[in-house]
Every structure is written in C-alpha cells, then in structure tokens.
C-alpha cells in the first residue's frame, strides 16, 4: 500500500569486457585499476549480493594472467554472494550474428563458467543491451531464462516508471525468457552521485508500495577506467561507502540475485519489446547530420520543459544502421558471414577426427572475429580504432587460412567468387590464392576494397574514410585540458585531448580504398589533395566500370573498363580507362596494366594519379616507413608527408611485423603520400587518430587521339 516502507530487491548487476585485439597494458591497467579492487571492495561485504558478468575476452586473458581472480570469483560463487551471467563468449552484437553462432558463443561461455565457477549460469548478458524481437528463440534454446536490457526498452512499449519494478515475460514461437528493466536513473547515479542520494531514491521507492524490484546493470568499467572513476571509488571511497551503506540499510534494501526474484516472485505481466538499445546508442547509430538534429530537438524539449514526459517518443536509430553509415563496419560484418558460409560448407563433410579439431579451432576464430567493440563507434573509440578493426580482420583472415588448410593443396591455386559480397544490389569480386584475397568493386570505380594477405592474417587496406560525426560541432565549444572536479558519466563529458583538432576536420567525398582512378587540374597540390579540397577533372573514382573476368592457366586475368569523360578546359571529351588486374595462382604480388583512350579528335594533356591507402602500423611510427625508390629515394614515417619526383619504386615497410608492401611503376611517377586521420570520440574525449597512408603515384601524360597510353604497376607484398 501506498505510504507503507516495502523492503526494495536490489539487483544489482555489473559487466565487465575488453575488446578482442586491445592492447595487453589495456588489460592490466583495467585490472589494476577497477576489477581487482572492485573485487576486494565486495569481497568485505559478504551480505551484499552482486550479479557478476565477464566477457570470455576477459576471462581467457585471467586465466592466463591473474588466474588468482578466477578463485576468488569461485570462492565467492560458492558462498552464495555472486551470481554469474553467460553471454555470447566473444561479446557479439547477438541479433547480427547467425542463430548458429548465437548458440555456439552462449555455450562456449557457459561451459566456461560451468568448469572454472562450478555453476551453472542460466542469466544472460547482452551486449550493448541490443534488443530485437526475435532474440527469444535462439536464447532459450542455449538454455536462458533471463536477461537485463535498459528500462527505455519498456519505456518505448509504452510503459511508465513505476510499471517497471520488477520483470516481465516475453516469448517468440513460444519460447519464452524473463526481462529485467535496467534503471537509467541507476545508471546516473552509481558512482556518479553521494551515495546519499542513492539511498534517497530507494526509500521513496520502497513508499510506492507493492514488492518492488530496482534492477542496475551497467559496466564494471565504471567503477575504475572511465576517467576520474578510479580516484573517486577507490581512493576517495565511494564503493566502500555504497556497500557499507547497502549493508546499514539493509532493513531497506535487500540485494538480490535475478533467480531469486524469478523464483519468489511471479512476472508483472507480457510484454513484447521494439528493437532498442540504450539510448545513447540510438542516438550513435544516426548519420551525422540526424545525429545533430536529434541532439538540437532533444535541447529544445528540455528548454521548453517537454524532455522528461515525453522523451520515450523521441528515439534515435537502430544498431543495424551502423552498418549503413559505415561501409568498413558492413565490410567486416559481410566478411564475418562469408567465412562462415565457407565453415558451413564443410561442417556438413565426412571430417576425421583430426580436421574436426582443426574446425573447432577455425570456428574459434570466426567467433573471435564477431566481437562487438570494432563495429560501431559512440563515445567509445570503437570502429575508429585501427588495432580493434585489426584484430577482427586478423581473426577472420586466420580462419580462412586454416579452412584452406582443410580443404586445399599448400600451393598453386585460386578461386573465383562474383557476388553480392556486402549486400548493395551490385556484384562484387573475390579472387581468393593460397597468399592473398582480392576484393574488388566494380560498379565503385572498379576499386580494391581488401586485400588481405594470408600469412600474416591482415587486411592491408584496413583503413578509414574520413566523414562528418554529429559531435564535430563541438569542438568550437570545448576548451583543450578541462579537468573537471565533480565526476561525471563518460556520456555527460566531452574533453579535446590535444589542440589543433580542428584543423583536421577534412571530409572524403569518395571511400578511402585502392586503385582509384583520378583526373586532377594541373595545378593541383599535395595538400589540397591531401585535404580532399580539390577539383576532381574525371567521372572515374566511384562510378561503375565494366568487368570481364578470365581464368588462365597461370592465374585470373581481371579486365575492368569504364568509358568515361573529362573535362579539358570548357570541354567535357569522351576518355576510356582500363585496368586489366594479373592474379597469379602463387605469390603474393599482381600486376595492374592501366591504359588510357583519349576518345576526342585532338591530343589532350592530363594528371593521372592511382590512389592507395594502406594500412600497416603494428610497429608504431618508429619502425614503419613510407619509402620511395629513383633518383631521389627518400624513407620518412608513415604519419609524414611526402612528396618525390621520378619514383619507380613506393610504399610501406613495417620492421615490427617484418612486411614490405612495395608499388612498382615502369613509367617514373611523381609520388604524393600523407596520413589520413581522423578526429573521433572515445571516452577520454576527442582525439586524433591515424588511419592510413595514401600512397598516390601520378603522371602528366599526353593522349594522342585513338591510341592507348600505358601504365604498368606490380603490387608486391614480401616478408622482411
């Protein structure tokens, strides 16, 4: 009854991940700094009941590092005060990935949990809290019965706050799970706010009447990694004073573990969710002119005193719309299927024992290459990171190579594949080799897309396109090396952490990729180009081109052809281009045999220029180099701009990974190269970030009328 104190149920629930591919002083510091003595902190506290999750990322790495932490989790299990939740074991966004994989990863984690816990986990955690309808099926049948996901869930099924005090069921085909609504108001509060005010909040709750249930989940990372959270939960003792609180009003507040309340308490009713993710996220997910209109409507509420009652009408986008304002993102999700399409195929062959571990390991692999981290990008550095988009690639390229080793002979081979790799309605190419896979796209400038080479499992052409994000704005509006004293939620923080980013705002009107075709004004300079604040002459670089594909005894033969124009003064004149691509069966090396047809009745003088973009930095900047070879060889780091006359011979060299990436050209070229970076959000603030090196050999070349002028390049890729 209302006005009579109830003793609230406490879920409180914490998450705990590292990306596939971050950097192992990552992972100590995290552990430092946040899981161990946010575990030694709770440990002191045995009445105060947690529920526990861990990505398999996270606890492979303490396994093998601090496998100390895996007893005390036990201990602690054992004693009853942990309840541990699986979940995809390699953190994947669930909904995009096959029912298979959801299955195979949930397992993975749980039989984990099963044999280091002693305990059979029967919670699940999901990633990012991404929600779609379907989600019931695939989960219930790997054995979960509950979930957390963000109380705007509800919230957009129509449902008000004091509705959301317990769980709810929801079902697909009869499959049904129970959902626990993660208070945002929680969110914001712990370890944000005195711990007063926490316990403020629970007693007013405990006023509303009924058996209420409050639900937090959020990430451990708060408790020690996101800035300022260290010093204010440990060293100035906000979680010593939030469990001792918990303990002193326990008359108040009972912390429960989630099967406790399925058991004790029947669901406040059905309910069938929208896709969803926390907000945030939603908001993330929008192209960045959206992303700035929604964040203008959503100020215009609260300045008008609209925001609180009807925020839940006001959404922002989907999770899959990530996948559409980021091609890269698309192209590893894309990549992520076609090896397992491969994996499928030979599942389903009569395998020996020894090529069914082998499978096993290949799967592990594929499952690695679904981490979530590296396909979106918020205010978490994500999809801007080059060494978590790295690790993806890296991952899956090793699955293919080892599925190779099932299925092929070591050497003189190669595979044709025409299909809609990345699912746009177009046809795209894949020739696959013992050494490399080749992707091309013809109807987008007849351009190299990937390039991946085997043995070393990485995607040379990795990089990232340089485009307007809704919080670019707000670089005008942020002071460099504010350090505030209050701390705050990562979401309510925005800091620049160096000056000048400003002047790297520089859009790409056209994907970063290789051998894209480029018509230039004479007086074009490397930093107008290098800008993208120049004159394209040409309707070559991203429009489609003809493709005819022939296999040979020796290799394939790709003949790429676009009869385009260019405008020569006030004249738009009729130009062919053609690109004839030479994949041998071995090696890691192909020739690309450029000619050009000047179609118009007189002879005409242009820049022509080939784009690369390559991406190759695992030794950092000390050990990489952009390298030039003719009559003025010069070698400068990748980040460096470069400008050489009569080269023959460019590119990259990384000492670290012992790899060689080298363009020859038998027609002397002005060679251009220079970084791309770009200007992202991570939760420390705005930074710069490199992506890639252009390397962009151009010639000034007379076509006579009718006749083809030739350009020679080999790409040669070779271990140091």
């Known amino acids: 009854m209302p006005g009579q104190e109830s003793r609230v149920k406490f879920l409180f629930a914490v998450h705990s991940h590292q990306p596939v591919g971050n950097f192992d002083f990552v992972f100590r510091e995290a552990y430092d700094s946040c899981y161990l003595p946010f575990l030694e902190c709770l440990t002191k506290h045995p009445t105060v009941k947690a529920n526990l999750h861990y990505s398999g990322v996270l606890l492979e790495w303490m396994k093998e590092n601090r496998p100390e932490y895996l007893k005390m989790l036990?201990?602690?299990?054992?004693?009853?005060?942990?309840?541990?939740?699986?979940?995809?074991?390699?953190?994947?966004?669930?909904?995009?990935?096959?029912?298979?994989?959801k299955l195979g990863q949930i397992q993975m984690l749980t039989e984990f949990i099963r044999e280091e816990f002693g305990y059979k986990p029967v919670g699940l955690w999901l990633a990012e809290r991404v929600w779609e309808p379907h989600l019931p099926k695939p989960l219930s049948s790997a054995g979960v019965k509950y979930l957390i996901v963000d109380d705007a869930h509800f919230k957009y099924s129509g449902l008000e706050e004091e509705e959301l005090h317990g769980y709810y069921l929801t079902e697909e085909e009869g499959y049904t799970l129970a959902l626990f609504p993660s208070s945002k108001k929680l969110r914001y509060l712990i370890p944000f706010r005195p711990v007063g005010e926490f316990i403020k909040f629970m007693r007013e709750l405990s006023q509303a009447g009924g058996q209420p249930v409050i639900t937090y989940g959020d990430d451990g990372e708060k408790f020690g990694v996101w800035p300022g959270t260290h010093k204010h939960c440990h060293e100035e003792g906000w979680l010593e004073e939030f469990f001792s609180a918990l303990e002193e009003n326990s008359g108040l507040i009972e912390t429960v573990h989630a099967s406790e309340v399925i058991r004790s308490l029947p669901p406040l009713g059905r309910i069938y969710l929208p896709t969803a993710s926390y907000s945030e996220m939603m908001q993330w997910a929008l192209p960045g002119e959206s992303y700035i209109k929604f964040e203008d409507f959503e100020k215009r509420l609260k300045e008008e005193e609209l925001?609180?009652?009807?925020?839940?009408?006001?959404?922002?986008?989907?999770?899959?719309?990530?996948?559409?304002?980021?091609p890269e993102s698309n192209n590893m999700h894309k990549k992520m299927l076609w090896v397992g399409e491969k994996i499928n195929r030979i599942q389903k062959e009569q395998l020996s024992s020894e090529e069914k571990e082998l499978l096993a390991k290949i799967e592990r692999e594929k499952y690695r290459g679904q981490c979530n981290c590296a396909y979106w990008h918020g205010?978490?550095?994500?999809?801007?990171?080059?060494?978590?988009?790295?690790a993806i690639y890296k991952h899956l390229i090793n699955a293919e190579r080892l599925t190779d080793r099932l299925r092929r002979e070591k050497n003189g081979w190669v595979d044709v594949h025409r299909f809609d790799f990345d699912r746009d309605g177009t046809e795209d190419l894949i020739v696959e080799t013992p050494k490399l896979n080749v992707y091309l796209k013809p109807d987008k400038g007849g351009t190299l897309f990937e390039l991946d080479y085997?043995?070393?499992?990485?995607?040379?052409?990795?990089?990232?396109?340089?485009?307007?994000?809704?919080?670019?704005?707000?670089l005008s509006e942020?002071?460099?090396?504010?350090?505030?004293?209050?701390?705050?939620?990562?979401?309510?923080?925005?800091?620049?952490?160096?000056?000048?980013?400003?002047?790297?705002?520089?859009?790409?009107?056209?994907?970063?990729?290789?051998?894209?075709?480029h018509f230039l004004r004479k007086e074009t300079t490397l930093e107008s180009f290098s800008r993208c604040q120049y004159e394209e002459k040409g309707d070559f670089v991203n429009q489609p081109y003809q493709l005819e594909v022939k296999e040979q005894t020796e290799g394939t033969r790709i003949h790429l052809r676009r009869d385009g124009h260019i405008w020569v003064g006030s004249n738009w004149i009729a130009l062919t281009v053609e690109k004839v691509l030479s994949v041998p069966k071995e090696g890691a090396e192909f020739e690309v045999l450029y000619r050009l047809w000047n179609r118009h009745s007189a002879k005409i003088e242009v820049?022509?220029?080939?784009?690369?973009?390559?991406?190759?930095?695992?030794?950092?900047?000390?050990?990489?180099?952009?390298?030039?070879?003719?009559?003025?060889?010069?070698?400068?780091?990748?980040?460096?701009?470069?400008?050489?006359?009569?080269?023959?011979?460019f590119g990259i060299r990384d000492k670290s990974m012992g790899l060689e990436v080298a363009v020859e050209t038998d027609t002397p070229a002005t060679l251009w190269s220079f970084p791309i970076e770009t200007v992202s959000l991570s939760e420390s603030g705005l930074e710069k970030n490199y992506q890639s090196t252009v390397i962009f050999p151009n010639w000034h070349l007379e076509l006579p009328p009718g006749e083809p002028v030739e350009v020679r390049l080999v790409k040669r890729i070779s271990e140091l």
């Open 379 to 390: 205010v978490f550095g994500g999809l801007y990171l080059p060494h978590l988009r790295g």
């Open 307 to 326: 925001f609180e009652p009807y925020h839940i009408f006001v959404r922002g986008g989907f999770w899959r719309n990530f996948l559409a304002k980021y």
């Open 478 to 517: 942020s002071v460099a090396g504010e350090n505030p004293e209050t701390v705050e939620s990562i979401h309510d923080r925005l800091e620049v952490k160096e000056s000048g980013l400003e002047q790297l705002l520089f859009y790409d009107w056209y994907d970063r990729k290789s051998l894209i075709d």
């Open 607 to 649: 820049l022509f220029g080939v784009e690369f973009n390559i991406s190759m930095l695992e030794g950092g900047f000390d050990n990489c180099r952009v390298f030039a070879k003719g009559e003025h060889p010069t070698e400068v780091k990748l980040n460096s701009t470069l400008e050489v006359p009569d080269a023959t011979s």
């Open 454 to 474: 085997k043995p070393k499992g990485i995607n040379l052409l990795d990089t990232l396109t340089r485009r307007e994000e809704g919080y670019h704005r707000q």
């Open 74 to 101: 036990r201990q602690m299990v054992e004693s009853g005060q942990l309840e541990i939740l699986t979940g995809g074991f390699y953190e994947p966004i669930l909904p995009i990935i096959p029912d298979g994989d």
